[in-house]
């Protein structure tokens, strides 16, 4: 049976660290403010100036994941690239990194799912290699989320909490009878909370981009109502555990590591408590790196690597829930 493993992982930062303090320099916030409500101490953005796009960031984390997995450019059949933020509208960033990876014409996926949308990767990638259509994918999860950002004091409740990063797998296909690699995986959405987390423009339903009335209402910026993400999240975020977990036949006691989506540090911890996890088994880094979108669980993934907390039979669940509103878990064994 051909099973989708993950042969390497890698993550990229941006040089600019942004503390809680360099924020109160820009807006009326304080240290403490952000850290009682979002658990977040520093975020990386990418300095003001550079002539980067989102792309570029991904493209940093793939050499890394493509040289430790021994791969050449050339090596993916196919790109899997996750991201919110597009170096251009139109085309996605997965045409932009292909060609900068110069590893020939191959096929790139981009997938716009937001704070899920690594999560959606990992199960298209499964999907393929399983299928036999491919064998080899290179999956990028990377934002670039501060050139979106009006970093004001209206603005704060969303300023504060994203940020810029990139973070990459190779993932290949094995023949093996053993159960290992991609498990499970259970996704859901629900539409009438797409105006919970949202960018209006340019994409709007109706009107001229330029139209005076968005342009008031500020639809260029992202909007969140906290509120209702938080309460979803809470609640969603137990139920889809306990469906991957059904789908897979494992129990959570089954898990070795809980790996959510870094969107609020109180989310997670609501989270954990739901379901009684102990502390050592859910992993969160939003406190050093701020809500990176569709970066925020393979970055995870490669500070695991790197800190070895992981060893081969471990059991991982991946799970997170964002903008549409999307949720889902997908459970990986680590060969």
């Given amino acids: 049976m051909k099973r989708a493993i993950i042969k390497s992982t890698a993550r990229y930062l941006p040089a600019n660290r942004v503390t809680n303090e360099d924020l109160t320099h820009m807006m009326d916030t304080t240290d403490e403010w952000i850290r009682q409500r979002t658990g977040i101490e520093a975020r990386y953005w990418v300095p003001d100036g550079d002539d980067v796009g989102t792309s570029d960031l991904a493209l940093e984390a793939s050499r890394v994941a493509l040289g430790r997995a021994g791969w050449a450019p050339s090596d993916?059949?196919?790109i899997v690239m996750a991201t919110m933020t597009s170096d251009t509208?139109?085309?996605g960033a997965g045409a932009h990194l292909q060609d900068k990876l110069g590893g020939g014409y191959k096929p790139a996926l981009d997938i716009r799912q937001q704070c899920t949308g690594f999560l959606h990767g990992l199960e298209v990638c499964d999907a393929y290699i399983r299928s036999g259509l491919v064998r080899k994918v290179l999956l990028v999860g990377a934002d670039y989320q501060s050139?979106?950002?009006e970093k004001t004091t209206a603005n704060r409740d969303t300023a504060v909490i994203f940020a810029d990063g990139a973070g990459a797998v190779c993932i290949a296909a094995e023949?093996?009878?053993?159960a290992v690699g991609i498990l499970a995986s259970v996704f859901?959405?629900?539409g009438k909370h797409a105006n919970a987390l949202q960018v209006g423009i340019p994409a709007r339903k109706s009107g001229y981009a330029m139209d005076p009335d968005m342009l008031a209402n500020r639809e260029y910026f992202p909007y969140m109502d906290g509120r209702t993400v938080f309460k979803m999240a809470v609640t969603r975020l137990p139920e889809v555990a306990g469906e991957v977990l059904a789908k897979a036949g494992l129990e959570?006691?089954?898990i070795d590591m809980v790996v959510p989506h870094q969107a609020n540090l109180r989310i997670n911890e609501a989270f954990r408590d739901r379901l009684k996890l102990p502390e050592e088994k859910i992993y969160n880094n939003i406190q050093e790196y701020g809500n990176t979108t569709s970066a925020t669980i393979p970055i995870a993934m490669d500070e695991l690597m790197e800190k070895k907390m992981l060893k081969?039979?471990?059991n991982v669940l991946f799970i997170g829930l964002g903008a549409g509103l999307t949720w889902g878990g997908v459970i990986y064994?680590?060969?």
């Fill in 312 to 314: 081969p039979g471990d």
């Fill in 333 to 335: 064994r680590l060969p």
């Fill in 89 to 91: 509208y139109i085309p």
């Fill in 147 to 149: 050139r979106f950002m």
């Fill in 76 to 78: 993916p059949d196919l």
């Fill in 252 to 254: 959570l006691a089954d």
């Fill in 175 to 178: 023949e093996t009878d053993a």
């Fill in 188 to 190: 859901h959405a629900d």
